[in-house]
């Protein structure tokens, strides 16, 4: 069994492809922008473009647009290969690295939009709460755990009192999607926007 890692909710884009839980190949990226661009191709450098009976793709929250390239891009490849194609949450993997070596409660907290941070605490890779996009102040008061993980790892750290948090600045990497436990994966492909949009619904 063969499966392609798709991440792409964030300022990095990376894909990895696994054979029986194998890394073969892998590409992580930071671009800040341009996923639709550096995607495709990069699939296609990994051994044997990438072709695999399972696709994993991030369901965010992160950026609208990242997100949403990441899932048009793995159901257009699962038309092609007729491969099953499952979503997973980008906060869970985050989570997912700190429990190596040994399983560590860690506070994810990612870069939101508006000014909010995505905000979710973990215990032994579990969610305890959902994904919140909250400004900093309520990011401090959501924070249950020594240890934050995430791009906004430090600047939430930094709110505390010195020496109480420990920052772990990471970002999502495909190629570490072996430490995310299956019962992370999903069919349901809709993107997990992590706050409500903006746009209103017109008055009658």
Known sequence: MRTLAIETATEACS????????LLGHDHRVLGRGHAERLVPMIAALPDKGKAQRILVSRGPGSFTGVRIGIATARALGIAWGAEVLGYPTLSLVAARCLQPTPQPVTVCMNGGHGEWFVQNFDGGKPQDAVQSLTPDGAEKACRHERIAGNRAQDLAARFAEGTKIAIDI???????????????TSDLSPIYGRPPDAKPAAA
């Open 15 to 22: 894909v990895a492809l696994f054979e029986d839980g194998r």
């Open 171 to 185: 970002l999502p990497d495909a190629s570490k999607l072996d430490l995310l436990h299956e019962s992370n994966w």
